[in-house]
């Protein structure tokens, strides 16, 4: 059966391999006899599934002692609360907001404490990244309990191309739609979190890292659900209750194979090859229009459209004639969406820019 071109923003597509070794195993876990859907967390086997997820992501990843790696549920989303619940401790943090997620999350945090917005682009209709300089400013202070970014804006496709510096204030990304697309320096970080859906595994698993150090300090709010409290779920190995035994399964999978196909390190090369040639496909045309200025495109997340509507319509129905899926814009900002994660091959994205260029063909003479 012949697999489409998906540039879906997640759920996203997944290394074929990895779903062919999960599909051989999913019946006989390794001569266990059961599924591994079927199998106790706390049996030694899941054990050993959860510590080798961890052991690679670390290795991928880069993450020193000094951190620690949960495998949560409740999706990036969950941690909009989490977040607060945990680390704002003197009542006071720093957001930015950039796009729809941001916005979720600063308005999540404001259930919290109080929440100061640092910057925001929503003048410009969120086309690019604020400048950081305002930022730093207020840093500077030392009074926030943390700064919070989105560091890759799915909806909009703008990224940060550099972070904020932001001093002694830990510094916290919602890094969802760039997690393992490029290296990552974990140290500038108090924590980051990514729904794995994205880039990392299936739905339904949520992968934070954070500084042991913010963990130690101070208690979570006693506000937090006991599942949600980072200090308790790190003492029980992310396993207070029941995890997601297959997502955790099947995101050690994903890591293994970031591992072998180059590293953190050819991820980003291939991921920003892949975006060239699309940006450079929008760049020459007359019939597409970008939507990310130059200095904050995502390469993670292509984002454009037609002159018209009708246009965009038309070319979402020709994409899904020739096999090229996941192509529609996100409501919020109308038009096309590329999401070329890690697992989108370089032949995925030469199919589609071949159709943007015979659609560009078709189109531009009348
Ligand atoms: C998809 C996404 C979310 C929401 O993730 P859920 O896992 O559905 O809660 C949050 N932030 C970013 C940047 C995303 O891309």
Known sequence: MARVHNFSAGPAALPESVLREAADELV???????SILEMSHRSSAFQEVIDDAEATLRRVA????????????GG??????????????????????????????????????KVEVL???????????????????????GDLDYIHI????????????????CGEVPLVADVSSCFLSMPLDIERYGL???????????????????RDELLIQDPALPCCPTYLDYRQQA??????????????????????????????????????????????????????????????????????RCT???????FIAGARERGIEGVKGHRAVGGMRASIYNAVSLEDVQALVAYMEEFEKSHRSN
């Open 235 to 304: 003492n029980a190995g992310s396993m207070l209750n029941t995890p997601n035994t297959f997502g955790i399964y099947l995101c050690g999978k994903v890591f293994k194979w970031v591992e072998d196909h180059g590293g953190l390190a050819g991820m980003e090369a291939r991921n920003r090859e892949k975006a060239r040639l699309i940006y450079e496909a929008l760049d020459r045309s007359r019939v597409f229009h970008p939507f990310a200025e130059p200095g904050s495109r995502s390469i993670s997340n292509v984002t454009f």
């Open 192 to 210: 980051v979190y990514a729904g794995a859906q994205k880039n990392a595994g299936p739905a339904g698993v949520t992968v934070v890292i954070v």
């Open 28 to 34: 006989d876990f390794r001569g266990s006899g059961m």
């Open 62 to 73: 880069g993450i020193p002692q000094t951190y620690r790696v949960l495998f949560l549920q």
């Open 119 to 141: 910057a925001t682009g929503e003048g410009c209709g969120f086309s690019r990244i604020p400048d950081l300089a305002p930022i730093e400013q207020r840093a500077t202070a």
């Open 76 to 113: 990036a989303t969950l941690q909009f609360a989490g977040v607060p619940m945990n680390l704002m401790r003197r009542g006071g943090a720093g957001y930015v907001v950039t796009g729809l997620f941001s916005k979720k999350a600063q308005q999540e945090a404001m259930r919290y404490g």
């Open 308 to 314: 018209t509507p009708e246009l965009d319509a038309a």
């Open 150 to 165: 989105c560091q890759n804006n799915t909806v909009y496709g703008t990224m940060y191309h550099e972070l904020p510096r």
